[in-house]
């Protein structure tokens, strides 16, 4: 006597992988599909911050007649990049160079003294408990609100008394301070450095200050560059406190300067017709190269500082 066994459907292809892993395979890519207004908004977002580099790059290219007479975002027949260059570092007897030397300086020791500080304040207030420390703290929160255009006026009549207006430390010194970056350092410290291996240090004899220049650093040199960052994109496109600060054009940043050459552009007699123009503008597309570079070399570490924290291990 023959037994039949009855048929039974077969399963659908899988290509080696479980039905249920099939199953969930179907459904994830079922649900990345495109969204058109989602990919019309992001291209709307990429020009609206893309269009004004691409015009300031083609416009570099241009000579004064050719800012006016050619079309904006298209390059002109006989373009001199090269050439408004070179006019742009030998006017004035050079005087670009010297502020865009003003503005590393600037800069730079703003965004490495206000890191440290923020660095310091922010392990202080992440790992220890004393009299004010949530006043104190609240305190750095209300000073986050205050506009910094706000503090410009009683920072120059301040220095204006201890006699260092007209200096670089006029802009150095009150771009070291960085409510924002202690904010984000306390709020780093707290998962970057470890309670346990601060009491394992102390153990073994070392103190405060050790732990926090070999261990502390260390542990928070993502959430450094972060800050680093942040004050060097400010204190480089910082405008009005520089121009309220500094008399002298040989100590002006970038921002000041190029804002009185392109005061002579329209007031020197020939108006809009004016040769510095071309320089104005190629001054301005110069003087965002060192950022970009900044920006590219320490994107990595920013990337990871802040991923840092919100993953629990």
Not at 1 to 10: E, G, N
Not at 109 to 129: C, D, E, P, T
Request: proline residues 6%.
């Amino acid at each position: 006597m023959t037994t039949v066994t009855p048929a039974v459907p077969s399963a659908p292809k899988t290509r080696g992988l479980p039905v249920e892993a099939w199953t969930r395979r179907r459904r994830s890519s079922s649900t990345r599909r495109r969204s058109t207004p989602l990919t019309i908004a992001m291209l709307a977002a990429l020009a609206y911050f893309l269009l004004p580099l691409c015009w300031l790059l083609i416009a570099s290219t241009k000579s004064t007649q050719d800012l006016f007479n050619s079309f904006g975002l298209w390059f002109s027949h006989a373009p001199q990049l090269l050439s408004n260059v070179k006019a742009t570092f030998t006017q004035d007897d050079g005087v670009f160079g010297r502020w865009l030397l003003n503005t590393v300086l600037y800069a730079g020791v703003s965004a490495l003294g206000a890191a440290l500080l923020a660095a310091a304040a922010g392990y202080g207030f992440a790992k220890y408990r004393f009299r004010g420390h949530g006043a104190a703290f609240n305190l750095v929160l209300g000073a986050i609100m205050i506009p910094t255009t706000a503090l410009a006026i009683p920072t120059y009549l301040l220095f204006a008394k201890a006699g260092l207006v007209n200096t670089p430390w006029a802009v150095i010194l009150p771009s070291l301070i960085s409510p924002f970056g202690l904010y984000l350092m306390r709020i780093y410290a707290e998962d970057a450095v470890p309670d346990s291996l601060v009491e394992a240090a102390r153990m073994d004899g070392a103190g405060e200050l050790r732990i926090f220049c070999t261990i502390a650093l260390r542990l928070l040199a993502p959430g450094l560059v972060t800050v680093i960052l942040f004050t060097l994109v400010a204190t480089w496109n910082n405008y009005f406190l520089p121009l309220i600060m500094l008399n002298d054009p040989n100590l002006y940043p970038i921002t000041v300067g190029l804002s009185s050459w392109a005061d002579q552009a329209q007031n020197g007699g020939a108006g809009a017709s004016s040769d510095m123009l071309p320089l104005v503008v190629t001054g301005s597309l110069i003087s965002i190269v060192p950022l970009v570079l900044a920006f590219l070399m320490l994107q990595r570490y920013w990337q990871s500082g802040l991923a840092t924290g919100g993953v629990k291990q």
